[in-house]
C-alpha cells in the first residue's frame, strides 16, 4: 500500500485479555518501529526491527509486551495479560534505510482497557 | 536519558505567524525531527534538520543550532487547518527518534 497500515484501528480489551496488533509498512521499508502514545503525550520508543532482527526493545514496558518481525515486513505486536495503564494508541512506523532520514507513520492502534 | 522540552499550547490568528521553540538534551544528535498530528490521525513528516540553519518549504520553516540544543517551527499564513499538534523529535543515534510532548496550536479565526 501507499503508507503504514496498522490494524485493528480500535481495540477495547478486558483487563488480562492477550492482544496483538498488526502493522504493514511500506513495501521494501527495512526499517519499522513501534511507539506508544498515550493521551496528550508524544510518542515513546518500544522497539526497532532492522528486516526481521529486533535490534532493540529498550521501551518495551514489560515482559508481557512481545513484538515480531518474521520476514521482515509486516510485524505483530502482542500484549499478554492486558492491564489498564496499557491503554493507549500503539503507533507503528517505517522507513527506507536509502533515504536515511524520514520516518512515516501508521494512524495507529487504539487500545482501551477495561 | 533524553530531555525535549516545547510548549504545551498556543494560540494565534488566521493569517498570522506562529513559532514553536523546542530545546533538547540528547545523548547524541543524528538530526531533529518536526510532525504535525491531527487529533486521531498519524504524525506526519513536515521537515528534518541535521545541519545549522533554516530549511524552508512552503509555509514552514525550521532552523537548528546544534551548539545551543535549539529549534523552532515557523508556520506562516497561518489556516484554520493548521490547528493540530506539533512534534518535535531527536534522532539520538543511527535510528531511534525521542519525541517532545508536542505543541497543541489553535488557529482562531
Known amino acids: 500500500g501507499a503508507g503504514v497500515s496498522q490494524s485493528p484501528r480500535y481495540k477495547v480489551a478486558k483487563r488480562g485479555q492477550d492482544v496483538a496488533l498488526r502493522c504493514d509498512p511500506i513495501s521494501g521499508h527495512v526499517s519499522l518501529f513501534w511507539y506508544q502514545q498515550a493521551l496528550g503525550q508524544g510518542p515513546e520508543f518500544l522497539t526497532y526491527?532492522?528486516?526481521?532482527?529486533?535490534?532493540?526493545k529498550s521501551g518495551l514496558p514489560s515482559d508481557r509486551f512481545f513484538a515480531e518481525r518474521p520476514e521482515g515486513s509486516v510485524s505483530t505486536l502482542k500484549i499478554q495479560r492486558t492491564q489498564q495503564e496499557d491503554s493507549a494508541v500503539y503507533l507503528c512506523?517505517?522507513?527506507?534505510?536509502?533515504?536515511?532520514?524520514?520516518?512515516?507513520f501508521g494512524e495507529g492502534s487504539w487500545l482501551t482497557v477495561v | 536519558g533524553q530531555n525535549i522540552d516545547q510548549p504545551t499550547e498556543m494560540t494565534a490568528t488566521e493569517g498570522a505567524i506562529v513559532q514553536i521553540n523546542c530545546t533538547y538534551q540528547?545523548?547524541?544528535?543524528?538530526?531533529l525531527f518536526w510532525y504535525q498530528q491531527h487529533a486521531g490521525e498519524a504524525p506526519t513528516f513536515l521537515s528534518y534538520?541535521?545541519?545549522?540553519g533554516l530549511e524552508e518549504k512552503g509555509r514552514f520553516s525550521s532552523f537548528l543550532s546544534r551548539s545551543k540544543g535549539y529549534s523552532y517551527l515557523l508556520l506562516k499564513e497561518l489556516q484554520m487547518k493548521d490547528s493540530a499538534s506539533y512534534l518535535c523529535?531527536?534522532?539520538?543515534?543511527?535510528?531511534?527518534?525521542?519525541f517532545g510532548a508536542g505543541t497543541t496550536v489553535t488557529v482562531r479565526a
Open positions: 534538520n541535521v545541519l545549522d
Open positions: 523529535a531527536v534522532r539520538d543515534d543511527d535510528y531511534k527518534l525521542s
Open positions: 512506523a517505517s522507513s527506507d534505510e536509502g533515504s536515511g532520514n524520514t520516518i512515516y
Open positions: 540528547t545523548s547524541g544528535f543524528n538530526g
Open positions: 526491527f532492522q528486516n526481521e532482527a529486533q535490534l532493540d
